[in-house]
């Protein structure tokens, strides 16, 4: 069953910010006040400094005045986020320290009431922050944002493509800057906002089924809490995806080419296993074997045998998995443009699947 954000359960620079010292005199709220809604992978074990692990996970509040300030705590490597404020956004940057720091909204804000909606756009893998609250100007209040109900929700697994990497790039690829990494504008994201669905994504890039460019595996990281093998495994309290996307075969097609090897024999039996795996945690939810997005998934005739053994074992077996098959790819990574071509066919094609039409 789809749902909207809500609030965590206990377990166990940009041009229009700018980084500032705590003000003493300042309204505090903590994360773990209940106003604040969180959506995605998130770690949650120390409510009042939760974890914002992967991309595209959420958090929203809405607050009185005229003043804003995000309190951060403890942070790996680097991540970006949008920071909107009633639909305005800028892009922040949050860098790895073990010291708490505030960034402030420094555009004008009237005295009235606005809503704060934090995305994370940058991938778990390059970074992650604790979430500590916000500062508002004293005197000033909290509330829980009114949320529509969603009747959908979306889960999307897989690599670069499905994390939205380079989609803000120039002409060429670059990882040295994730500010132009941005999932929100994935075709996950976008193919969740066209079917207004609750949203969640799980990727990494360069990850594999068998090999890759990074070490860990699909199977070894697709139900943890962080993108490590060694992680907890992720509870999911009160997430059940009504359809799970599985977009992986890129890296196992490109990295064996790179490196003169064969495609690696062990593909189809380790993506049929993944799924399986999958099918047992989400045992109600209609699952969609993707393929393409790039010159692997769309031209490879090594990796789409292998795949396609894949699918007719599992929809042989499982009446609730299907396939797509992208028909826009792009020699870079997806663009922009790219990823609004791709979401407008899946899109096209979730709504003429009989299994979706009590969503439409």
Avoid at 3 to 9: A, F, I, R, V, W
Avoid at 48 to 60: F, T, Y
Avoid at 189 to 208: F, H, I
Avoid at 253 to 269: E, I, L, V
Wanted: with cysteine.
């Amino acid at each position: 069953m789809a749902q909207g954000c809500s609030t965590l359960e206990k377990a166990g620079s940009s041009k229009s910010s700018s980084s500032v010292n705590m003000n003493h005199s300042a309204a505090r709220f903590a994360a773990s006040d209940a106003a604040f809604r969180f959506e995605g992978r998130i770690d949650a074990r120390d409510i009042s400094s939760p974890v914002l692990i992967w991309q595209g996970s959420r958090v929203l509040v809405d607050f009185e005045g005229t003043e804003l300030a995000l309190h951060f705590g403890a942070a790996k490597g680097v991540s970006f986020f949008d920071f909107e404020v009633d639909g305005d956004v800028s892009v922040i940057e949050v860098k790895e320290s073990a010291e708490p720091v505030l960034i402030k909204y420094s555009k004008p804000l009237s005295t009235g009431r606005h809503r704060l909606r934090l995305f994370k756009r940058s991938e778990a893998d390059a970074g992650y922050a604790a979430f500590r609250g916000i500062e508002l100007a004293s005197g000033a209040k909290v509330y829980a944002p009114e949320l529509v109900p969603t009747k959908l929700a979306l889960q999307f697994f897989g690599d670069s493509i499905t994390v939205g990497a380079c989609d803000e790039d120039g002409t060429v690829d670059q990882w040295e800057n994730r500010a132009t990494h941005n999932n929100a504008l994935s075709y996950g994201a976008l193919t969740a906002k066209a079917l207004s669905a609750g949203y969640r994504n799980v990727a990494v890039s360069g990850m594999g089924i068998v090999i890759g460019y990074v070490p860990k595996r699909a199977g070894e990281v697709w139900n943890r809490l962080y993108p490590e093998p060694g992680s907890p495994k992720s509870e999911e309290r009160g997430w059940a995806p009504d359809v799970v996307f599985v977009n992986f075969g890129e890296n196992d097609d490109s990295f064996s080419k790179n490196q003169h090897m064969d495609f690696p024999a062990g593909f189809t039996d380790g993506y049929v296993a993944l799924v399986q795996e999958m099918r047992k945690i989400y045992p109600q939810a209609e699952i969609v074997l993707l393929r393409g997005g790039m010159f692997g998934g769309a031209k490879s005739e090594t990796l789409r045998t292998a795949w396609e053994m894949a699918v007719q074992r599992l929809e042989t077996t499982d009446g609730r998995v299907h396939h797509f098959v992208f028909q826009h790819w792009s020699e870079l990574h997806p663009r922009v443009t790219d990823h609004q071509e791709m979401a407008k066919e899946l899109v096209a094609w979730l709504k003429a699947q009989p299994f979706m039409q009590r969503f439409l």
